[in-house]
């Protein structure tokens, strides 16, 4: 595809003088790029093979606070190095940065090489790697929504975050003359994206006033997760860029929609055919599907805080706003929080719309297929599919609303401690224990207003 790179390519590009920065990365616990610039003639010469970070990458808060209390690293430790080891199928222009290409990359322990497992991309990979063996490739996408401001960064923080404007005064939703307004921005997203690699499919306006929707195509899990963060990425820098600001919280503001990640998601053999398609069964949902979203369903808590790994992410999950509050499956239905789509076609998939755009890609989809996989092999059966409004419905099962109660149903999972291993889901449930005792210990604005005076 326009923009991938091969060594050779890289190599002609420098010589040529059209590239001169490698942007070597990696990804942390949060779902962002954390790397190098490396000069692209010694990117050539050694940085291909590998470079180093700090361990500590894997083991921070959003504010990089050396939390305390991972096995994996700590000040006892003497916070040592990791192995940053490119993976060179990544490696792309990105033309919204002149001269510069971006490879991401994988991370190994510094003694042994191997991969760490606690790292995103290697819980993915693992998953990926159970179903190969099972004769299975998953296949997935994430929809991603994100909210566009007039203000820039520096001045959004240099005024705490206060009088935020959106782009837009009204809901866009599918507004094409709204939409024209922003496009600026979002044709340079599209276009940066397409030239770096990225299949583009469609942007859109979203349900609220400044928010806005990115679709990239369907592929393979790795992929897709890979797309996920480099998309996000992109549409910081090119806001930035652009004298604009973007947020992927899933809620900014309490009038507002959340921004969510659905996860669209289906498997294929080893030629490429559907395996969720039978069109002699209901809906066209063969046996393996079915067991497949039973697993989803039964695990659906577990799974939770990797869908909605912060705080915020639960103010996200209000009925009557597109944001599913139940774990059940319909045909077609934007209530329910996992959607039947492409009935009876080769396109036949299941849509989690449980996740946030503040979502963590491969986790979120290392614990989807684990759940789906739990599905298959316990041969589960599928509960009967929901009609009607599942928001007014008390009777179902519902979605964690607290990062609380999510971090519990994972820590007791032992559905994703035999899939991810013991020490990865303690690593991911004190990470989650710490941003809920961070928020715990603060006082807030709202506390303030509402207390000042009447208490």
Partial sequence: MSGMLSLKQLSDAVAEGTIDTVVVAQVDMQ?????????????????????????YLLATD???????GFRSTSWAAGYGDY?????????????????TALVLCDVLDHHHHEEVPHSPRAVLKRQIARLREMGLVP??????????????????????????????????????????????????????????????????????AGQEEINVAYRDALGAADDHVIVKNAVKEIAFLKGRAATFMAKWSNTAAGSSAHIHQSLRDADGR???LDSGEPHGMSRTMRSWVAGLLTHAAEGTAFLAPNINSYKRFVAGTFAPTKAVWSPDNRTAGYRLVGEGSRSIRIECRVGGSDLNPYLAFASQIAAGIAGIEAGLELEPEYHGDAYTDASLRQIPLTLRDATAALDGSEMLRAAFGDAVIDHYVHAARWEQSEHDRVVTDWELRRGFERC
């Fill in 31 to 55: 779902g962002r790029l954390m790397g190098k610039r490396f000069q692209a003639e010694f990117f050539l010469e050694s940085a291909h093979e590998e470079t180093h970070s700090c361990n």
């Fill in 62 to 68: 959003f504010e990089m606070e050396t939390v305390p």
């Fill in 83 to 99: 192995v940053m080891k490119p993976d060179l199928a990544t490696l792309r222009r990105t033309p919204w940065l002149p001269g």
């Fill in 139 to 208: 296949m997935m996408a994430s929809e991603l929504e994100f909210f566009l401001f007039e203000q820039t960064y520096r001045d959004l923080h240099a005024a705490g975050y206060r009088g935020l404007a959106p782009v837009s005064p009204y809901n866009e939703d599918y507004h094409v003359f709204q939409t024209t307004k922003e496009e600026d921005v979002m044709r340079a997203i599209r276009t940066g994206l397409q030239g770096a690699g990225v299949k583009v499919e469609n942007s859109k306006g979203e349900a609220s």
């Fill in 274 to 276: 559907s395996v969720f």
